[in-house]
């Protein structure tokens, strides 16, 4: 690695910033995330609007560490989590130095990314328009988004990328690490998110339950890691608690004979064990909480600002 050592040093500048990505649910932007970090940093599932705490990716490129501010999608908010969740995005978006839109080629723009660009009109920092999902587009269609949407929004760049197959993502990392400010970098340098491992560790295992569940089970359920415990022999022993609304609710989560959150457990501990390096004890528990949607403090261990 000496090599890149030496053209560090002769680099003396490093760079350093925050990059919000913004977009429509299910645009892509998890998956985009975690194939510009090289690793499982935001929750992916299929299931719309799972995105709730930011999570940021970190990635270093070059000379540059680019801190990804995962909002979550932007829609138009229905309940008081969906309130929060959409006021943290914007935040989000006012304190990067960067601006990402993340536009679904194959949707196009359509019913929220139509608002999002009216409201970027307002948005002071530099923006990038990013079209994802190319690979299933023609190039006509292509070539048309991105005049439509630069003719609404004065966009510095805009790339053409694949978040699933990495196409076209090492173009905008290479942008981005030019564009972001000089300074010094914020986190050591293998670190590939800043969320702490607890609050990881419990996205992990609300994905699972949503791929699992995700016709059954609404949004209203929520995971909380409550022990976490370092053993001798080197393994780690994890209590989380998932909590939902309704008894009903609790019945689909244990499933017959507690297959279900015996299979979302094992789902869970399998992919923690991978990112923590050691083996992983994960015991599952499931309570009732009723309206646990409009208790602040829930809000709070997601990194949300409860909506008065």
Known sequence: MSSVEDTASAVPATHSGFVALIGAPNAGKSTLINQLVGSKVSIVTHKVQTTR???RGIATHGNAQIVFVDTPG???????????????????????????????AERGIRGDADAILDRLKDVRQPMVLVLNKVDRVKPETLLALSAA????????????????????????????????????????????????????AAEITREKLYLRLHQELPYSSHVE????????????????????????????????????IRAIGQAARTEIAEILEQKVHLFLFVKVRENWGDDPERYREMGLEFPR
């Open 149 to 200: 949407a630069n003719e609404r929004v004065p966009f510095k760049r805009t790339f053409m990328v694949s978040a699933l197959t990495g196409s076209g993502c090492k173009d905008l990392l290479d942008y981005l690490a030019e564009t972001l400010p000089a300074g010094p970098w914020y986190y050591p340098e293998d670190q590939i998110s800043d969320l702490p491992m607890r609050q990881l």
């Open 225 to 260: 890691t409550e022990k976490w415990e370092e053993k001798k022999d080197g393994s780690v022993r994890i209590e989380q608690v998932i909590y939902v609304e309704r008894d009903s609710q609790k019945k689909i989560v244990l499933g017959h004979k507690g297959e279900t």
């Open 74 to 104: 932007i829609f138009k908010p229905r309940r008081r989590l969906d309130t929060a969740m959409v006021t943290t995005a914007w935040g989000g978006a006012k304190d990067a130095d960067v601006v990402v839109l993340l536009i679904d």
């Open 53 to 55: 705490a930011i999570v």
